[in-house]
């Protein structure tokens, strides 16, 4: 098909689609009813009506009853499957969507979960949002369908339409149905692919960590799988009768603190995706950190999940270069 004919050809989609319900996003959840739900012929189903007409104009011309008559019920066959088709959306109810945040330019795992009456099969459903395609099977009247969404950049991300649809019982007709669901998902920088190394930690919250080996004992405990054989108490395991493994107590650094102020020589958003990855290199080696950034009350000491999470919200809610004060 010529470049121009596909772009008008979505730009006549385009128009449709304005008029489709919804028009607005939507708060979830939503059921769809009869007046949500399009049904139009397949490439499939309006061949199949091409041949019904040959067949009628056949049986017409040589007045032959038997064919006129399997034609009638060719045709009965199909409008029941149109009705089939719409009775699969009927009364199916998106309940909600969520998805993990992930960083800029990965695909997003977005989960959509429906729930209908377990009474009435529904066969064939799936979940359409731009190129993004996958499967809706309901099992005792609940499910979930899976899409992987492109994000580009950082901040949040307005769900577009999500189309439902079955070709469902005779693939003679599609039925599909549109949810827009309010509410945006979160994405967060992406980290810095190369760069400096993580800030030592400075003040005077020193943490100390349990290693087998180090400067002062801390206490014993008993021996595991592939522990040094260095580090076993012989002595005191000889008296308990079971193997003891002294353990050992070794500073590992103060808190970090990862300052917006001290980027200042770097851009906006260089600064925010250099502050991304030294959160993940603080959460690998296990460091606390503390995010400072401006206009904001500081987050942290702490790691973990939760502070990890807490941070890069922090950072993918920042406004934009031309929006923000350095």
């Known amino acids: 098909m010529p470049l121009g004919a596909r772009r008008t050809g979505r730009r006549v989609a385009a128009r449709l689609l304005a008029w489709a319900r919804p028009r607005h996003p939507e708060t979830l959840p939503v059921t769809f009813d009869r007046r949500r739900v399009y ?25 032959n009853n038997p064919a006129l008559m399997l034609g009638l019920l060719l045709a009965g066959a199909a409008n029941t499957s149109l009705l089939t088709a719409h009775l699969q959306l009927t009364g199916l109810q998106v309940s909600a969507i969520d998805a993990e945040p992930v960083p800029a ?8 979960h429906a729930r209908a009456d377990p009474g009435r099969a529904r066969r064939g459903l799936r979940v359409d949002s731009g190129d993004s395609s996958a499967v809706l099977s309901l099992t005792g009247g609940n499910g979930q369908a899976t899409l992987a969404l492109p994000t580009h950049r950082r901040g949040w991300l307005d769900v577009e339409r999500l189309r439902i649809s079955t070709t469902r019982p005779l693939g003679l007709a599609r039925a599909w149905a549109y949810v827009w669901p309010d509410a945006p998902l979160l994405v967060y920088p992406a980290p810095e692919a190369n760069g400096p190394p993580l800030p030592e930690g400075s003040g005077a919250n020193a943490l100390a960590r349990l290693r087998p080996s180090g400067d002062d004992v801390h206490h014993l405990r008993s021996y595991r799988r592939g522990d040094a054989r260095r580090a076993i108490a012989w002595k005191p395991s000889a008296r308990r009768d079971t193997l003891l493994v002294r353990e050992y107590e070794q500073p590992m650094g ?12 770097i851009d906006y958003e260089a600064r925010i995706r250099r ?12 460091r606390r950190y503390r995010l400072d950034l401006p206009g904001q009350p500081p987050l942290g000491p702490g790691s973990g999940p939760q502070q990890r999470h807490a941070c890069l919200r922090a950072l993918a809610l920042l406004p934009g270069a031309s929006g923000a004060r350095a």
């Open 39 to 63: 049904v139009l012929p397949t490439r499939f189903g309006l061949f199949f009506a091409v041949l019904l007409l040959a067949m009628w104009l056949g049986a017409l011309n040589y007045n």
């Open 105 to 112: 330019g990965a695909p997003l795992e977005l989960r959509i």
């Open 254 to 265: 103060a808190d970090v603190v990862l300052d917006w102020r001290q980027l200042s020589g």
């Open 275 to 286: 502050l991304a990855r030294w959160i993940d290199e603080a959460e690998r080696e296990g």
